[in-house]
């Protein structure tokens, strides 16, 4: 858990880079905490912003880097969610007409202590919309052939409902990589699908893995596993703690592989309790070799 110390820190920079290796990565605490980049061998892996001035609020807010969903991630029906018999109402305002991704991409991130070169440890604290009061904890470590990335969250009064998960853009062709380069591949055996609705919401029935294109959530009870695959570029094992993964691959340019603690609209249908003494921690690792 965090140290009261984080309050006394001096001012977080609007970026913070780590390397190990062949391997830089760029957090941006401005930005949601987000990974801004992520180079390996002179390959950027992710997505970067929309450069275009008319591009769409949600494009802007949630269409690159690799971001931290908490304290909810992907949708919540209608922005409605329920904490024992107190009912509760979520901004729906950049993606109607559901509440998504969490508030902290949005909200102010501080570090928690001074980074090194390899470690850096960033605190949010839960405010409105939010209703609760909390903390989100979020830790990089990076070495050379992988980062390791924990999520936590602690009440500061009350118990309420949580989700965490991450949202990462990785780009089918990195930059710099050769011309002629084969596209990013995604190899993962989940066990099941969840249906989703109409409303891009699951509909609570399990399904049997379909083939893509996804927008769409997978259940791993072992804990998520997958592999990316840049041809004879990079290969990339992305494991996790958690037990559900959204995947997103309509775009031409990106594929989002998302470790997520709880299925979408899990606020409503499997809420995880973060107590005083039972906080909500969950883990990812990308680890890569090269050929």
Do not use: K
Not at 5 to 34: F, H, K, M, Q
Not at 62 to 91: E, Y
Not at 218 to 226: E, I, K, S, T, Y
Not at 227 to 253: E, H, I, K, Y
Request: proline share 13%; aromatic share 8%; net charge negative.
């Amino acid at each position: 858990m965090t140290s009261a110390a984080a309050d006394l820190l001096p001012d977080t920079p609007s970026a913070v880079r780590l390397t190990a290796g062949e391997a830089a990565l760029t957090v941006l605490p401005d930005a949601g905490c987000r990974l801004g980049s992520l180079r390996i061998g002179g390959l950027e892996l992710l997505r970067r912003p929309p450069a275009e001035p008319d591009a769409a609020p949600s494009d802007r807010l949630f269409g690159w880097g690799s971001f931290p969903m908490v304290p909810w991630a992907g949708r919540v029906d209608r922005g409605v969610f329920n904490n024992g018999p107190v009912r509760h109402r979520l901004p729906t305002d950049v993606l109607p007409p559901h509440a998504i991704h969490g508030t902290a991409l949005t909200g102010a991130w501080r570090l928690a202590a001074p980074p090194t070169d390899r470690e850096a440890v960033f605190v949010h604290d839960l405010a409105d919309p939010w209703p609760y009061p909390g903390r989100v904890t979020q830790r990089f470590v990076l070495g050379p052939d992988e980062l390791r990335t924990t999520l936590e969250v602690e009440t500061r009064g009350d118990s309420f409902p949580a989700q965490v998960g991450w949202h990462p853009w990785f780009l089918r062709h990195p930059l710099g990589a050769p011309e002629g380069s084969r596209p990013l591949q995604v190899d993962f055996a989940p066990a099941w699908q969840e249906e989703r609705g109409a409303d891009h919401l699951p509909t609570g029935r399990r399904i049997e893995p379909q083939p893509g294109p996804w927008d769409d959530c997978f259940g791993m009870p072992d804990g998520v596993r997958a592999v990316l695959d840049w041809p004879d570029l990079l290969r990339m094992t992305v494991t996790s703690d958690c037990r559900w993964a959204v995947v997103f691959d309509q775009l031409g340019d990106a594929l989002c592989f998302e470790p997520q603690s709880g299925p979408p609209n899990g606020l409503n249908t499997r809420p995880r309790m973060v107590t005083p003494i039972d906080p909500l921690e969950a883990e990812t690792v990308w680890r890569w070799e090269r050929p």
